[in-house]
Each structure stands twice: as C-alpha cells, then as structure tokens.
C-alpha cells in the first residue's frame, strides 16, 4: 500500500517571494530614479517627484512590513491538513 | 540632468522659445487607472471586511495573503511612477534655430533627435476626436526635405499655436541666415542610445 507523507512547509517560503519581489522592485526602482536624475529637466519638480515616488515606497513598504510581523511564520503547513483550508467558516458571508 | 540655460550643443545666441511634454490629459489617463487599480481592491476588501478579516486571521492564509496584498500594492505604484517617468522624460524643446525630440520608449530605449529650423519645409498640425478637441491638445507634425526629417509631437496641448510658432520662428531663421549670406543646409540629426 502507497502511502503519501504527510510533508510540513514553514510558511516562511513566503517569504523567499515577496524578498524576490522586493529585490526586483528595488532593482527597477533605482533603474528608474537614474533616468530621472540623468535625463530629466533640473529643477524642483524633478526633486518633488523623486521624493514622492521614495516617500510612497517606504510607506508601503513599512505597512507591509508591519502586517507581516504580526504571522507566526514558524508555523508549518501540513499537506495533509491542505483540506482544511476549504473550510466553509472561511467565507462566512457567502 | 538636462538643463534649459545650457541645452546639448547649445549654439551661440541660441535660446529656448518653447518647452513642451504631452497634454496634461496623460497624466490623468495614468492618475485613473492608478487609482482604479488602487480603489477595486480596497472597497471589495471594504464590502466583504468580515470576511477578508477572518482570512487575514487565518494562521496560513493570512501571511500568503499579505504578501500578495503588499506585492499588488507596490507593483501598481511602480508601474505608475514608470508611466510617469515616460511622460516626464519625452520631451520637445523649441529654440530659436532648432527643434529637440526626445523620446523615452520604457526604461531601455531612448532617442535624441535635433532638426534645423532652416530645414524645415512642412508643418501639419491635427486635432482628431472628441476629448482632443474639447480640451484642445493633439498633434504636430513638422517635416523636411529629409528621409528621416518628421518629426511628431505627440499629444501636445494648443497643436494649432504650436504650428503658428514654428512657422513663424522658420520664417525668422531663413531671414537671419539670408542675411548672414550663409546657405540653409539643414538635416535631422539623430543619436539613439
């Protein structure tokens, strides 16, 4: 008889994709605050633009971090216990 | 960084007349569909908050929906703020003796190009379709006796001024140079990096 193991994932793997992610937004981010810093027209609109784009990402950068903080991301996923995630108390107003 | 008190292969006594990008309507067309894209998932979220909250508290789902939320988020003030730089940085400049285009195609390509006002054999500007016509921007094109010599100003605001003062400005840099003697041998140049 086949028996599937029952296998446990921390729930931190989520985390390797949204730091993946950020590295890319940070990647394109400067990529773009270049161009703008070497072709755009002096002056302090070219400045206020920056900091409003920088301002932006670190406010929600900071929320997300802040959000993020408060999982428990030791905690593992059991494949077997997957099933449960369709649980109907998930979608209490439907 | 560009500066308009010193343009690239500023000649002497040359001067700016005109600065222009495309039509403020752009940016609202960016300024919507960024807050959209921003609004959808906030009143869903507010219309079904004992749901998404129950979600948020779930220990598994919670996290994976977070980082989806946060990676939405950021995604769409990154590709605004790129659509933004687009608008920014394609621009035209009008002196006195010549026209600069410079057109910023996404992050990786960029071209420079510069006419002669001396060249310039044609102005056409077009206004088509409702909303151009009601906020009044549309397009010029100028063209020379060159292979490569139109140029197109995209979505500019008040096309029909623009045409007027290009004409007028041709017309004054062909007197200028007749009376310097000098021979209007103008040609489009162009440097794509």
Known sequence: ?94 | MMRLDHLPNQRPDEHVILFLRRHWFALLAIGSAFFLLLSIPLAIGFYFEKTVADWLAHPVIGPFLAIIGSIYFLSIWLVAFLEFTDYYLDTWIITNERIINIEQEGLFNRTASELDLAAVQDTTAEIHGILQTIFTYGQVYVQTAGEKGRFHFKNIDDPEHVKELITRLVEEDKRRLSSLGAVAQGKVKSVVK
């Open chain 1, 1 to 94: 008889m086949f028996d599937i193991p029952n296998i446990h994932i921390p729930i931190y793997v989520f985390l390797f994709v949204f730091g993946a992610y950020m590295l890319f937004y940070l990647l394109y981010s400067l990529f773009n605050i270049y161009h703008l810093v070497r072709y755009g027209v002096y002056g302090f609109g070219l400045y206020l633009i920056i900091t409003i784009f920088t301002g932006g990402t670190i406010l929600l950068v900071a929320g997300s971090t802040m959000l993020l903080m408060e999982y428990d991301w030791t905690l593992p996923i059991s494949l077997n216990d997957a099933a449960t995630f369709s649980d109907e108390t998930l979608f209490p107003a439907l």
